[in-house]
């Protein structure tokens, strides 16, 4: 509504806009209820995939549960039978039994591999201050103390902290240290180092080594459950630490990727969501 002045500038009357919105009210409903709609599916399908997702870790957790029992007959009647009866084994069937023996060990190794990778993100998340460079530490002296003969040149950079589960990145960080060592065991100066390092602009974190390494072609496997670059007889493991890795950095909305090449070391650097920005007095760890 506005005033309508004549010539002189007196007030004459008063002009009145109208503007019919009830097509834009309509829009705008429209769009609300749309909303609406997306969320409750959004909402939906995130409690489906919940629930699937809880029903195959009950699975698998069952599953590899339920097989411990009859593994354990087998490995505890095959060792009695080479204990007890061994003489009666000419050098066929000794080295038949001792296959057994072996292969109920590796499948008992599996099982409890299967149990940690299902362990490994089991339960809430909690969300604390980590001070990883702490924790890291403390896993670099554990691993020279089980192996006190190697000598191996390790460094973690000062201030590397991240928001998130303490449990999980301490396992995720145990795996990727581990990693380091066991493929630079066999290399004359060994280096592992911890360092911050941005990756697509967000903050992360990278473990480097100066080990064996892998050759790219065949990184598509590195974070595959039982999947391994290398053999058996070479490093022992069986290919169930990155898996675990993985899923605890994606647990939390960050990222995790492995580079190298065969002989020239590897580097695994990796993003978690909620980055710390707590100063030093705020820390837990
Ligand atoms: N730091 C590394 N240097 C070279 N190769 C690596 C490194 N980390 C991982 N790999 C390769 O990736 C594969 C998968 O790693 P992962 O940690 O899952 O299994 P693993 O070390 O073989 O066994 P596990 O961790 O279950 O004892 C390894 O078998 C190895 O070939
Ligand atoms: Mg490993």
């Not at 630490?241 to 990727?257: F, K, N, P």
């Amino acid at each position: 509504v506005q005033p309508w002045r004549d010539t002189a500038g007196e007030v004459a009357g008063i002009i009145v806009f109208a503007e019919d919105i009830t097509e834009r009210r309509q829009a705008e409903d429209e769009v609300r209820r749309l909303n609406a709609a997306l969320e409750r599916r959004v909402a939906e399908r995130t409690a489906e995939l919940r629930a699937a997702n809880k029903e195959l870790e009950a699975f698998t957790y069952a599953v590899a549960h339920d097989l411990r029992a009859p593994l354990r007959a087998m490995s505890g009647f095959s060792a009695a039978l080479k204990e007890d009866h061994g003489a009666l084994f000419d050098g066929d069937a000794a080295a038949c039994l001792q296959e057994i023996i072996e292969g109920s060990q590796r499948m008992s190794d599996l099982i409890d591999g299967l149990l940690t990778l299902s362990r490994a993100t089991k339960g809430k998340l909690q969300r604390e201050n980590v001070d990883l460079s702490a924790i890291a530490r403390r896993i670099c002296l554990e691993l020279a103390r089980q192996e006190p003969e190697r000598v191996v040149h390790w460094e973690v950079e000062d201030g590397l902290r991240a928001r998130g589960d303490r449990r999980m990145l301490e396992a995720a960080l145990y795996n990727l240290l581990g990693n380091a060592w066991k493929y630079t065991v066999r290399t004359p100066h060994a280096e592992i180092r911890m360092i911050a390092q941005k990756i697509e602009s967000r903050p992360g974190f990278c473990v480097v080594d100066n080990g064996a390494g892998f050759d790219m072609r065949h990184a598509g496997k590195l974070f595959a459950p039982f999947q391994r670059l290398h053999r058996r007889d070479e490093f022992p493991g069986i290919g169930i630490g990155l898996a675990t890795v993985q899923r605890i950095i994606l647990r939390h909305g960050g990222q995790i990727q492995g580079t190298s090449a065969p002989g020239q070391g590897a580097k695994f650097c990796f993003t978690v969501e909620n980055h710390a920005v707590a100063g030093p007095g705020e820390m837990d760890e």
